[in-house]
């Protein structure tokens, strides 16, 4: 009976001297893996096959193997997986039906134009990968991606911050080819400060009007005259503060009309990735951890939150080649992007989770001391 006390005080003693270690630990302290393309479904099949035929006419850079991957719900995502971050592409749609069609349909046998899908004919912004081509989505709009997204932070609400990347697209196979736009393909909706004032929109009116949930500019920014002073005077918020919210970080085409007139990004929901230098500076973007490694490292301890890709077009399940991962973790990036937080059984067994299935792990480049401690939920 007195081994039984003993035992059960040390995994007292331990847990206590965990959670005391952790808890001094800031938001920048921390890695996360987190899903590339979130929303996306496999293309559909005869789509897939068609463009397999087309394969050497396409060209090295529309490489179809490149987008022969897909994922599941996102609550699946971050309750089975433990992944802490997401990536959602958007495309202005502010009139409603430019997305209803898939142009490529026409050419392949057997599948309509038209979607049939009433979500697609209402104004709002649309969550695909490529417009015409690779539409297969879990969610069709944003505020459905957004309303998954809060649904599972309100049930869950001492998860870790949740790194949730909102690509901006205004490019397409219009864009590309003039042969397409003859074809019939069309050119998308371009993305204007109405837009991007609507992001804010449709953000808060899922998330509510304060945000309250959300680690916005202004919250991170703190009493700092810049988001970059904060990132770089060790000024993010302790990683318990974060617990239960969520930080949405622009990218692509409209993340610098998206700051015009908001200086730091002030009054804005989101931050967005930058270049050192800029007042809204915080989150920077480095996607080939073997090239830049020392780079990605030297950010991190400057204070910078980094994202970057542990594999990209499948080709590291295809080789099932896990260099690019282990660069990426060691870098000490707080955010690794990956396809593969499951593996795709077609190709190998690369995956991209730790050693076992954790939500983090300390940082072991911004808090070395420390750097071999999980993190839950």
């Known amino acids: 009976m007195r081994s039984m006390s003993v035992v059960l005080l040390l995994v007292v003693i331990l847990s206590a001297a965990n959670a005391q270690s952790t808890s001094d630990l800031k938001l920048n302290q921390v890695q996360i893996i987190g ?21 050497k006419h396409l060209g090295k850079n529309l490489d179809p193997i490149g987008i022969d991957y897909g994922h599941t719900t996102i609550d699946s995502q971050f309750s089975d997986y433990h992944m802490r971050g997401l990536e959602i592409d958007i495309y202005n749609d502010p009139k409603g039906g430019v997305f209803y069609k898939r142009k490529i349909n026409a050419f392949v046998h057997g599948i309509k134009q038209k979607s049939n899908v009433p979500a697609l004919l209402k104004p709002g912004f649309k969550v695909l ?33 949740l790194f949730i990347n909102i690509e901006t697209k205004t490019r397409g196979p219009a864009e590309a080819s003039g042969l397409l736009r003859f074809l019939g393909f069309k ?23 304060d945000l309250t949930n959300i680690l916005t500019p202004d919250r991170l920014r703190g009493k700092y ?17 974060c617990r239960g919210k969520v930080v949405f970080i622009m ?12 200086q730091s990004l002030t009054g804005r929901a989101m931050c967005t990735y930058s270049k050192p230098g800029n007042p809204e500076a915080a989150f920077i ?3 080939n951890p073997e090239r830049d490694s020392s780079k990605i490292t030297a950010l991190v301890k400057e204070g910078y939150i980094v994202r970057t890709r542990s594999d990209a077009g499948t080709m590291e399940s295809r080789n099932n080649d896990s260099t690019r991962r282990q660069a990426a973790f060691n870098s000490g ?7 593969y937080y499951r593996p795709d059984l077609r190709f190998s067994t690369f995956t991209v989770q730790w050693d076992g299935i954790h939500a983090g792990r300390v940082n072991p480049i911004s808090s070395p001391a420390k750097k071999d401690e999980w993190l839950k939920e």
């Open 35 to 55: 899903s590339h393309n979130s929303y996306k479904k496999l293309p559909d099949p005869r789509v897939m096959k068609f463009l397999m035929k087309m394969r």
């Open 129 to 161: 990968h490529i417009k015409d081509v690779d539409y297969q989505t879990l969610y069709y709009t944003f505020k459905d991606a957004l309303t998954a997204i809060k649904k599972w932070s309100d049930e869950h609400p001492n998860h870790l911050p």
């Open 187 to 209: 050119r998308m909706v371009p993305f204007d400060a109405a837009a991007c004032d609507s992001i804010d929109a449709e953000t808060k009116a899922v998330f509510g009007k």
């Open 225 to 241: 005259a810049s988001l970059e002073d904060m990132a770089t005077h060790n000024g993010w918020p302790r990683l318990d503060e």
């Open 251 to 262: 990218l692509g085409d409209a993340k610098d009309m998206y700051a015009e007139g908001h």
């Open 285 to 287: 973007m480095k996607d």
């Open 333 to 339: 990036a707080q955010i690794t992007s990956t396809d």
